[in-house]
C-alpha cells in the first residue's frame, strides 16, 4: 500500500501528539512541554517529555524520540500502514491509496467501521462483567485463591459472567441485535429467536485484547470442573485466534524492560505470573502458536522463551511452536523453549517452587538449535544407519523453514555430522540441483599431483590463436603480472621472459602456447575451452561482489535510522554532508529539511516520504541488508557517526589545502588559510583518534 507523503503531513498536523501519547502514557504539564515517565525503559522519576509545538516526544534516558506515528510504531506494535490508518481513523480522514479501486475503498471503510462497532459492543459487554466481578462473592473467593490481587485484576480487566441463560439482556435493551450474535457474545439456535442465549454463563472472565487496548474477544473459565474448563469467543471479524496472544497489550512494556516475551499456554498462567514478578508474560488463545503470533511478539522484542508443561501435551505444543518460529529464527534473535517437571504448569510450579527456582528455569531454557535437533532425533536409533537417515527426514523440513544465515549453516553440520555425512553431501541430497554447501579446499600438502602437467608443461594452457577476450580471465600461475595477453619479459631478455624465438617463443611478448595435440582445450563455436577431463578440482563458480560502503554510505544509514542525531550536528558537518556529491547531497540536504519541519521521524515514515524522489534509490541501498543494522547504544551509535563526520571533514580539508598550495604563489594569504585548516585537520585528527 502506498500512502502519500501529502497525506502523511496533513494526518501530523491534524493530530496532537500529547493526547495521543497521553492515552498510553500519564502525562503533565512541566514548562512549554508535557512529562511522564518513558513507556520504553523503567524509570522512576520522568524523563520522557512531549512537545505539543514540535510535534514528537523524546525521552532524555533512552533516547526514543518520534512524531505519533512514530509512537504507535514503537509502542503499541502497529506497522506503519496500520499506524497510519488507527490515526486516520481518529481524526476522520482516509487513507488514500492509488493501487485500490473505488469500490475497494469502500468495502474497506465498510470493514472498518463494523469493526469499530464490534469492539464497542464488545467492551460494553466487559463493563458490565467487571461490576458483576464486584457483586460474586464466589468469583472474587476464585480469584483470591489463585493468588490474584485487586490491582492485577484491575490491570488485566478480569470480571465474572453470572448464571442464567440471558444475563446480557440487562445490558443490552436489543437482545436480538444481530451484533451480539457477530461479536460473539450470544448464541442463537437453528430454530430462530426463541434459541437465543449467553455464550459465557457462570465463569470467570478474561479479556482479549488487541495492541491498541480494544477489547476483541473474551476467555471464560468454569469456576468448578464442569467441562470445557475453558471457553473461547468464536472468530468473528475482530479476533482471529491464530494472530491474537493474551495479555500482550498488558505486557508490551515489561517485555521490553525484561528484554523478552514469555509464552504460556493458559490465561491463569499469564496472571499469575504477572502476580509474582514475570509481568512480561502472554499467553496463546486455545490453539497452537502461529508464525504470525512470533512476528507479532518479535515488534516488541527479539527474544522469546516459550513455556510449556512438561507432559506430552506440552511437548506437543512446542513442537507446533518450534514449527512457527522457524521462519523467524534469524541470527540476531534468540527464541527457546523451557519444559517444566510434568506435573507443573508455569503458575503451579512458581508457586510451589517460587520465582527464583522459576527464574533458573527459564535462564536454562533449550535454545531452538538444540530442540531442533532434538525433535527431529526422537524415536530414531542413531547407532543405526536407519535411524539416521530417519532423523535426516525429520530434519529435512525444519531446517528448510530457517532462513538463509549463520545459524542455518552451523545446523547443516550438526546435523551433517549425527547422520555421518559432510554437509556439503547432505546439502546435496536435500537441495538436488540447487546450491550446494561449499566444500572445504584442500590443504596445499595434500594437493594431488598432476602427473600430465610433467609430460606436457603446456597441457592446461589454451592453443595458440585465441584472442585475449576468449581467454575469460585465464592467467598462467608463472606469470603474476600477464593479463590478456600482454605480458611483458624482462627488458634483459632473460629466460624468465618470452622476448625472442627459439623453443616455440613467438617472439611477440606472448607466451607459447601449443596448438592440437595433446592440448586440454577444444574450440567450441569459436570460444576455448577447457576439455571436461577427471579433474581433482572442479570448476570454480564466479562470486558475486557486494558494492563497496563509503562513508557517505554509513552517514546516511545512521542519520536515517536516527534522524534525531542530526540535531547534534555542527554547522560545518551540515554543511560537509549537503556538498556531497548526488545523490548522497540532496538526500542529506532533504532529510534537514524533513527535520526542520517535522522533527525526528522513523525510517518507516521517511521512506513513505521518499516515494518517487530522486534519492530513493539511495536510501534503500543504504537501508536494506546486513549492512544496514544499526541497533546498538545509542552512544556507541553517535561516535560512529561523529567518526564517520571527522574523517569526512579531514578529506574536504586536504581537498582544499591542495588548491591552496597551488595558489601560494599567487596568493600571500593562501600559506595562512593553509595552516589555519592544518590545525583544524589536527584538532579532527586527533579527535578521530579518541573516538577510534
Known sequence: MSIPQSFIQELLARTDVVEIVGRYVPLKKGGANFMGLCPFHGEKSPSFSVSPSKQFYHCFGCGKNGNAIGFLMDHAGMGFVEAVQDLAQQVGLQVPDDDISQQEKERAAAARQKQATLTDVLEKAGDAY????????????????????????????????????RSLASVFPQYDDPLLEESG??????????????????????????????????????????????????????FHKGRELYGLFEARTAIREHGYALVTEGYMDVVALAQLGFPNAVATLGTACTPEHVQKLLRFTESVVFSFDGDNAGRRAAR?????????????????????????????????NGTDAFAKHVSEAVPLSRFLIESASDGCDLTTAEGRAHMASNARPLWTALPDGVLKRQLLGELAELTQLNARDLSELWNPGG?????????PQQRPARTQEAANPYADEPPWGGAPSD????????????????????????????????NGATGNGKPPFRKGGGSDWVNTGGKWKKKDKDSPWGPQPRLPRTPAMGRADHAARLLLSHMGFLEELTHDDHAALCAQPSPHGPLFTW??????????????????????HECEDLAMKVMTGAHAQT??????????????????????????????????????????????????????????????
Open 591 to 612: 532529510l534537514e529539511g524533513q527535520f526542520h519541519e517535522h522533527g525526528p521521524q522513523a525510517w518507516e515514515v521517511l521512506r513513505e516520504g521518499l516515494r518517487e
Open 320 to 352: 507446533k511452536a518450534l514449527d512457527g518460529a522457524l521462519p523467524h529464527a534469524t541470527d540476531t534473535r534468540s527464541i527457546k523453549f523451557l519444559f517444566l517437571p510434568a506435573e507443573h504448569d508455569p503458575d503451579s510450579f512458581i508457586r510451589a
Open 631 to 692: 541497533k546498538g547504544e545509542s552512544q556507541e551509535l553517535r561516535l560512529e557517526l561523529r567518526d564517520l563526520l571527522n574523517r569526512m571533514l579531514i578529506e574536504d580539508i586536504k581537498e582544499q589545502q591542495k588548491v591552496l598550495i597551488l595558489q601560494a604563489a599567487q596568493d600571500t594569504s593562501a600559506l595562512e588559510r593553509y595552516r589555519v585548516l592544518e590545525q583544524k585537520r589536527l584538532v579532527l585528527l586527533n579527535a578521530t583518534v579518541k573516538v577510534a
Open 185 to 238: 457474545l450470544v448464541i442463537v439456535g437453528e430454530d430462530g429467536q426463541d434459541k437465543r442465549y449467553d455464550r459465557f454463563r457462570d465463569r470467570v472472565m478474561f479479556p482479549i485484547r488487541n495492541v491498541k487496548g480494544e477489547c476483541i474477544g473474551f476467555g471464560g473459565r468454569v469456576l468448578g470442573d464442569d467441562k470445557p474448563k475453558y471457553l473461547n469467543s468464536p472468530e468473528t471479524p475482530v
Open 435 to 443: 546450491a550446494r554447501a561449499p566444500a572445504p579446499a584442500p590443504a
Open 130 to 165: 467487571r461490576r458483576q466481578l464486584r457483586e460474586s462473592q464466589r468469583a472474587i473467593a476464585y480469584f483470591k485463591g489463585r493468588g490474584v490481587s485487586g490491582a492485577v485484576a484491575k490491570r488485566y480487566g478480569l470480571g465474572y459472567a453470572p448464571e442464567g441463560w
Open 471 to 502: 581467454l575469460d580471465g585465464w592467467h598462467p600461475p608463472h606469470e603474476p603480472d600477464y593479463v590478456g595477453g600482454g605480458y611483458q619479459g624482462p627488458s634483459d631478455g632473460g629466460h624468465g621472459g618470452y622476448s625472442g624465438g627459439g
